[in-house]
């Protein structure tokens, strides 16, 4: 099965800095990787995703790029804002209705005023 | 964006007993939902898929008589914890994906989670 793994598990930013987070996967067959932001108590939300077909997308402060070679994509966010402080999950999947996300194992990000 | 609800938010019941967990696609039908389970500080780990009208498909180490999962009908799906024990306090998320605009992609809505502690 998919293993996504996901680095650093906790990441320290001054506010304005940018922030990057790492994930690796191991299924070649996945084609959708989602971003999700996790806010404690509540549910995850999709921030940004992007599928095999592109190697990067960017929304506003946001940016994922996509290495299909080496199987790892990376989420970027640019001047970073306290409110940015959450918990963020990278996640795999074979795109369809029937298929799972795996997910990596979250990194606490902590956007220092 | 599509709607998923789950009732109930939280709920504590006595070491022994069972709890169902209901979850609900409000605004479109969905032939398969997740269940996930969250423990603290740790990341959501895929429990089960959910299958409309068949039975559902556990990961492994997952003990399917231990959770019971019902998908009667194309907006609902149950998760019955039985016979629950401390160790399975946790927060108890699923997930429903839908069509996207375009028809050839999928987005997973998640439901707001069942926080259950088990005294």
């Known amino acids: 099965g998919e293993n996504v793994e996901q680095h650093p598990s906790t990441l320290s930013v001054q506010e304005g800095d940018s922030a990057v987070i790492k994930c690796t996967y191991s299924?070649?067959?996945?084609?959708?990787f989602p971003w999700y932001k996790q806010e404690l108590g509540k549910r995850p939300q999709l921030i940004i995703d992007?599928?095999?077909?592109?190697g990067e997308k960017k929304d506003q402060r946001i940016a994922v790029t996509l290495n299909k070679t080496a199987k790892h994509f990376s989420l970027h966010i640019t001047e970073t804002q306290p409110e940015d402080s959450a918990v963020y999950f990278c996640?795999?999947?074979?795109?369809?209705?029937?298929?799972?996300?795996?997910f990596g194992g979250g990194t606490r990000v902590l956007v220092k005023p | 964006g599509a709607v998923v609800s789950q009732h109930p938010s939280w709920v504590i019941c006595k070491s022994g007993t069972s709890v169902k967990i209901e979850c609900r696609s409000l605004d479109f039908q969905a032939t398969t939902m997740f269940w996930y389970r969250q423990f603290p500080k740790q990341s959501l780990m895929l429990m089960a898929t959910s299958n409309e009208g068949s039975k559902a498909t556990y990961e492994q180490g997952v003990e399917k008589d231990k959770f019971l999962i019902n998908h009667a009908s194309l907006t609902l799906s149950t998760l019955t914890v039985t016979s629950a024990h401390p160790e399975d306090s946790s927060f108890y998320i699923c997930?429903?994906?839908?069509?996207?605009?375009?028809?050839?992609?999928?987005?997973?809505?998640f439901g707001p989670g069942t926080r259950l502690t088990v005294t």
């Open positions: 992007i599928r095999s077909n592109v």
């Open positions: 299924d070649s067959a996945s084609n959708y």
């Open positions: 997930s429903a994906p839908k069509l996207g605009r375009g028809l050839s992609s999928y987005e997973q809505y």
């Open positions: 996640a795999a999947s074979r795109e369809a209705a029937g298929n799972k996300l795996t």
